[in-house]
């Protein structure tokens, strides 16, 4: 299938291109589009049939649910049983956002949105492009991210065409995706709001709304026992090379790199290293170097990561180091991002 390609202003969408690519999701189609935090690869949330090409397309396992998308908040009702007072609180501070909130579903929701649970995921975004385009379509839209299952998340339309094209019906280019980790997932079932998967929303700020927040005890390091957010469980954001996390203080961090790079390099291996400008600088020459931005601007490394991950996928390196950062704010989601793209090899210092 040839995959169209519309490329829009991120503030003024233009309309005739917006409506021919709401016409495809509208006709059972796939189109990957832009959101603030990652590309969603869409289809309308409603047809069984049309979901089913998005697990195909991604080789995205069928346990794993999906994020449905909505342009409005009125349009949440019809896809839940209720909404507890918590929810409606999380909703009114951060939407349009990056929070992805799970309620009961209502039976409107296909069992495979679902994977099989009981519970619905959904969100609505914050970009124009992303809300536009849900509205055109009139449905609510299943957006996973628009990767090939597995890799790091597309926050570029060109990340989205070198893992889908040919394969979906068409792609929205508004641009570079800003926060550019996915969004924070919330389950509001629990008496105490749960954090299932950190994003966009920081603990601290969720922390800020609620008073208190659960945290799903699966978040922290490898998962032996089944998360509640199935998609937590799967090997996750990898580059196309085995990595290597280092974790603690950055000055101890950088030296331990260093160290191991060397003995890499002596036996012989072709050496990637995903790090800070700083570390960049004291880095031998004979290295693939993707740098995710200045030490402490946790915004500025979170949306570069996955460009910087996914640079590695053109050289053929044996072995890709990574430097781990401090976890406030975004740094949650970047460590939670880089731990699970290190397969949980992690080098504590
Ligand atoms: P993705 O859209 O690819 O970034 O993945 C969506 C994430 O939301 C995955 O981690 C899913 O496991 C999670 N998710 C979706 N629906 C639910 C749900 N009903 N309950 C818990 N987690 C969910
Ligand atoms: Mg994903």
């Known amino acids: 299938m040839q995959t169209k390609y519309f490329v829009v202003d991120k503030d003024e969408p233009d309309l005739k291109m917006m409506e021919e690519a709401a016409r495809l999701l509208k006709q059972g189609g796939l189109v990957a589009f832009p959101t603030e935090t990652v590309y969603g690869l869409g289809a309308n949330g409603l047809d069984s049939e049309a979901v089913a090409k998005i697990y195909k397309a991604k080789g995205r396992p069928s346990d794993n649910p999906l994020i449905l998308h909505i342009a409005n908040q009125e349009e949440l009702v019809p896809l839940v049983t209720s909404i507890p007072a918590n929810a409606q609180v999380l909703m009114d501070t951060y939407w349009p956002g990056p929070l992805t909130v799970v309620l009961e579903r209502s039976r409107l929701v296909p069992d495979i949105i679902s994977g099989g649970l009981d519970t619905v995921a959904v969100r609505l975004p914050g970009s124009k492009v992303a809300r536009q385009l849900i509205s055109l ?68 700020m969720l922390i800020e709304t609620l008073g208190e927040i659960e945290i799903d005890p699966t978040l922290g390091g490898s998962v032996e026992c089944a998360p509640k957010s199935p998609g937590m469980k799967y090997t996750h954001y990898a580059p196309s090379a085995p990595m290597v996390l280092f974790e603690g203080r950055y000055s101890r961090i950088e030296d331990f790199m260093l160290e191991e790079i060397q003995r890499a390099l002596e036996m012989g291996k072709t050496v990637g290293a995903i790090v800070s400008a700083e570390t960049a600088q004291r880095l031998p020459e004979n290295l693939i170097v993707a740098i995710y931005g200045q030490r402490g601007q946790t915004a500025e490394i979170a949306a570069n990561l996955y460009t910087a991950l996914r640079s590695f996928d053109d050289y053929s390196v044996d072995v890709i180091y990574a430097e781990g950062i401090d976890e406030q704010g975004l740094g949650l989601a970047v460590m939670n991002r880089l731990r699970k793209a290190s397969g949980y090899k992690i080098i504590k210092v």
């Open 137 to 204: 379509a009139g449905v609510p839209i299943a957006a996973p991210s628009a990767n090939t299952s597995g890799r790091p998340s597309p926050t570029s339309a060109q990340a989205v065409l070198s893992d889908l094209e040919g394969r979906i019906d068409g792609v929205v280019d508004g641009g570079d995706c800003y926060i550019g980790v996915e969004s924070t997932v919330v389950d509001c079932t629990t008496p105490v709001p749960t954090l299932l998967r950190p994003g966009g929303i920081t603990v601290e």
